[in-house]
């Protein structure tokens, strides 16, 4: 099985950074797909930013400009710049694909991230 656990949530000022992280552990391969998805209260469940095996990035349009998704093996980062009140939220790590012909779509517990203003 594979766990993915995220960290680096907090507390921070309206204009501030923060930088989450998701590690994979157990048996982990290269997932095609990693993504941030964040739920906000009383909101859905939405896409934050993915990024590809090889590379290839996505973003919200309401953080474009402000977070960078990156990933190092297996590790997967959001750095968040010029937070808003409205980023305020619980951030979950994704990890989907196929291994073969059998898909795959791991979740994590999430890390609140909760921006004053």
């Known amino acids: 099985q594979v766990q993915l656990v995220e960290s680096g949530g907090g507390l921070v000022q309206a204009g501030g950074s923060l930088k989450i992280s998701c590690e994979a552990s157990?048996?982990?391969?290269?997932?095609?797909?990693m993504a941030w998805y964040r739920r906000a209260p009383g909101k859905e469940r939405e896409l934050v930013a993915g990024?590809?095996?090889?590379?290839s990035t996505n973003y919200a349009d309401s953080v474009k400009g402000r977070f960078t998704i990156s990933r190092e093996s297996e590790r997967l980062y959001l750095q968040m710049d010029s937070l808003k009140s409205e980023d305020t939220a619980v951030y979950y790590c994704?990890?989907?694909?196929?291994?073969?012909?059998?898909?795959?779509?791991?979740w994590g517990q999430g890390t609140q991230v909760t921006v004053s203003s």
């Open positions: 994704n990890a989907y694909g196929h291994r073969g012909s059998i898909p795959y779509d791991y």
């Open positions: 157990g048996r982990t391969f290269m997932f095609n797909v």
């Open positions: 990024i590809t095996i090889d590379g």
